[in-house]
C-alpha cells in the first residue's frame, strides 16, 4: 500500500504547486494498483502510463455492458451479437490474465525452494491477499481453493474493492479543504504522530483523528448508495418461532407494517438508502447534513444506535474487505498530508457526483503544494524506513 502511495505522491510533487490534479482519476489510478499487487500479485503500473492496463480495460467494457444489460430484457440482450462477442472475448482475456498471474505465482514458488536456503518460502509466506488464497485451507474440510475460485475472488476484489475506496478518497479530501479546522486538526495529529519520518503500520492505532475524518466522510458520502432488505416475518406460538410462509393459522399476505407507518408485504423488498440512513438527524444531531468527525470517534461510534451506520453494506453479505479498504485510505490520506497543502482549483466549486455504480466526485481538482521542508529531491527515500543495512551505525 505504502509503495502505491508513494508513487502517487512522487507525481503530484513533480506536477508542481499550479497544476490541477483530477484527484479521482489519481486515486482511482491509486486503489487500482493497490488492488493488482496485493490481490494478484501483479504491477499495472497506471501512472507510468497515458492508457490503463489492458486488463483494467477490458473490465471496464465489461462493466459498462453489464449496466447496459440490467436495463433491458433477457431477449433483447440476446439479438445484440456484436456486444456480446466483445463481452466474451473481454471475459476471456481477463481470466486468462488472472490464469497466467496464478501459474507466473506458482513458478516462481517453485524457483523459490530450489534455491539459496535463506531465501526459501520467502513468497509463500508473504502475509497478502494472494499467499492467502493460494495456501491457506478451509478449516472445516483442510481443502485448498481451486484455481478457478482464486481466479473469481482476484476479479470480485479488483472490481469491488477500487472504485469505493477511491471514491473515499476524494471525497474526504473535498470535505477537508471545505472545513479548515478539521484540516488542520488533522495534520496536527499527523505532524505529532508521524513527524517527518516514514509512516509504519504502528502508526495506524495512533491516528485515531484521521479514522474520524474517515468514518465521517463514509456517513456523508458512502461510495455504496443503497441495500435491500426482505421481512423474514416470524409468528410466535408459546415458545417456538416458526416464520410467517410456514404458519397455517396465519395470513402470509398480510403486510408488515414497519414504524407503524409503511406496510410492506411478506417478501417484498425494501430498499435503504445509505446517504438518507446517515443524515438522520434523530440519530447524528441537526448538524448532521455537516462535516463534523468528532462525532466518529470510537466512544461516540459505540453509542450509535444499531444499524444506523451502514457504510459497507448490511449482513453477512456486507464488504468483506471494509478493513483493507480502511487501512488503505488511512495510509494514502496521511503520506498525502504529511508531504503537501491542498487547495481547490476553483475556489467556489459545488460538490457534483459522478454517474456510476459507485458515488464519486465529479469535475474535482486540487492543487497540492509540498509543505514547508519537505525536499523534492529526498521526498521517495522520506517515504520508506531504511532497512538495517541501509542504517548508519551508531558512533562509539
Same mark, same amino acid.
Given at each position: 500500500?505504502?509503495?502505491?502511495?508513494?508513487?502517487?505522491?512522487?507525481?503530484? *510533487?513533480?506536477?508542481?504547486?499550479?497544476?490541477?490534479?483530477?484527484?479521482?482519476?489519481?486515486?482511482?489510478?491509486?486503489?487500482?494498483?493497490?488492488? *493488482?499487487?496485493? *490481490?494478484?500479485?501483479?504491477?499495472?503500473?497506471?501512472?507510468?502510463?497515458?492508457?490503463?492496463h489492458p486488463f483494467v480495460r477490458s473490465f471496464g467494457d465489461m462493466f459498462s455492458e453489464m449496466q447496459r444489460r440490467s436495463n433491458r430484457p433477457a431477449w433483447y440482450t440476446a439479438l445484440q451479437w456484436t456486444a456480446n462477442r466483445q463481452f466474451d472475448e473481454n471475459n476471456a482475456f481477463i481470466r486468462a490474465f488472472c490464469a497466467e498471474v496464478l501459474a507466473y505465482r506458482r513458478?516462481?514458488?517453485?524457483?523459490? *525452494?530450489c534455491g539459496d536456503s535463506e531465501q526459501q518460502h520467502w513468497l509463500s509466506n508473504r502475509k497478502d491477499v494472494f499467499t492467502a488464497m493460494l495456501h491457506r485451507r478451509d478449516p472445516v474440510t483442510g481443502e485448498q481453493l481451486e484455481d478457478s475460485v482464486i481466479i473469481d475472488n482476484m476479479i470480485t476484489f479488483l472490481f469491488a474493492g477500487h472504485d469505493t475506496t477511491a471514491g473515499l478518497l476524494s471525497f474526504l479530501l473535498f470535505h477537508l479543504i471545505r472545513n479548515r479546522d478539521a484540516y488542520k486538526k488533522l495534520q496536527d495529529e499527523i505532524d505529532r504522530v508521524i513527524g517527518t519520518a516514514a509512516m509504519t503500520v504502528d502508526h495506524l492505532d495512533k491516528l485515531p483523528y484521521l479514522k474520524a475524518c474517515l468514518y465521517e466522510t463514509l456517513r456523508l458520502d458512502p461510495p455504496a448508495q443503497a441495500f435491500a432488505l426482505t421481512p423474514q416475518v416470524q409468528v410466535q406460538h408459546g415458545t417456538e418461532k416458526i416464520p410467517k410462509d410456514q404458519d397455517q393459522d396465519h395470513d402470509s399476505q398480510s403486510p408488515v407494517l414497519l414504524g407503524g407507518r409503511y406496510p410492506i408485504n411478506y417478501g417484498q423488498s425494501a430498499i435503504v438508502i445509505i446517504p438518507s440512513l446517515h443524515r438522520d438527524k434523530s440519530v447524528f444531531g441537526e448538524d448532521a447534513n455537516e462535516f463534523r468527525p468528532e462525532r466518529m470517534t470510537k466512544d461516540k461510534m459505540d453509542n450509535l444506535p444499531r444499524n444506523s451506520f451502514k457504510p459497507f453494506?448490511?449482513?453477512?453479505?456486507?464488504?468483506?474487505?471494509?478493513?483493507?479498504?480502511?487501512?488503505?485510505?488511512?495510509?494514502?490520506a496521511a503520506v498525502l498530508l504529511q508531504k503537501f497543502d491542498f487547495d481547490l482549483v476553483d475556489p467556489d466549486y459545488q460538490l457534483l457526483y459522478q454517474p456510476s455504480l459507485n458515488r464519486k466526485p465529479k469535475d474535482l481538482y486540487v492543487y497540492a503544494r509540498l509543505r514547508p521542508g519537505v525536499d523534492i529531491l529526498s521526498l521517495h527515500r522520506d517515504l520508506f524506513v531504511p532497512s538495517p543495512a541501509e542504517q548508519p551505525s551508531p558512533k562509539e
Open positions: 500500500m505504502l509503495d502505491i502511495a508513494s508513487q502517487l505522491v512522487l507525481k503530484w *510533487a513533480r506536477h508542481g504547486p499550479k497544476a490541477p490534479i483530477d484527484v479521482t482519476a489519481d486515486f482511482t489510478r491509486s486503489t487500482l494498483d493497490t488492488l *493488482a499487487l496485493t *490481490a494478484m500479485d501483479t504491477r499495472f503500473n497506471s501512472f507510468y502510463h497515458d492508457e490503463l513458478e516462481r514458488e517453485k524457483e523459490e *525452494a453494506g448490511n449482513g453477512v453479505r456486507q464488504c468483506i474487505g471494509s478493513n483493507f479498504a480502511l487501512q488503505e485510505a488511512m495510509i494514502t
